[in-house]
């Protein structure tokens, strides 16, 4: 099972999301932003991924400095809070499947999730190739 948090606006997500589709998985796809986020669902996916609220705060096309969450003195708690009001807060895409629980960024990084790959090549939509067409992982 391959479950993504998904953001269809963002191209880091659809890369990754590509790349599960490509290796031959049917993931449950979570659109967090029209579903939004519970605290316990928060709470084990960041547990399960080694995140903090901090560290998957999404502080760039996001409104966390128009929120004063980029102070280091804003508690986890706070920013928690804050990502439940704004699902668009939380860092994406997040990736569950056996092997762990990953944000996935850069997209490759999801390959460390998978137990097959997608066969080669395999291409960013920005053109930089993961996978060469003999099967290696490039980056």
């Known amino acids: ?13 659809r890369n ?11 993931p449950e796809v979570i659109e967090y932003l029209n579903e939004g986020w519970t605290r316990p669902q928060l709470l084990a996916l960041f547990a399960a991924a080694g995140l903090t609220p901090r560290t998957a705060l999404r502080t760039s ?12 003195s804003v508690s986890d708690e706070a ?9 668009v807060l939380v860092n994406r895409p997040i990736v569950c499947t056996e ?11 999801v390959l460390d999730l998978l137990e ?19 099967g290696n992982r490039l980056i």
Do not use: F
């Open 99 to 109: 092997k762990g629980v990953k944000l996935c960024r850069p997209s490759e990084t």
């Open 16 to 26: 990754v999301l590509q790349i599960i589709r490509d290796a031959g998985y049917h």
């Open 116 to 134: 097959k790959w997608p066969p080669g090549p395999l291409v960013k939509e920005d053109g930089e190739v993961i996978i060469d067409e003999n």
């Open 79 to 87: 920013i928690l809070d804050a990502m439940l009001v704004h699902p």
């Open 61 to 72: 096309k996001s409104p966390a400095k128009e929120l004063g969450l980029l102070d280091e």
């Open 1 to 13: 099972m391959v479950v993504i948090h998904h953001n269809p606006e963002c191209g880091t997500s």
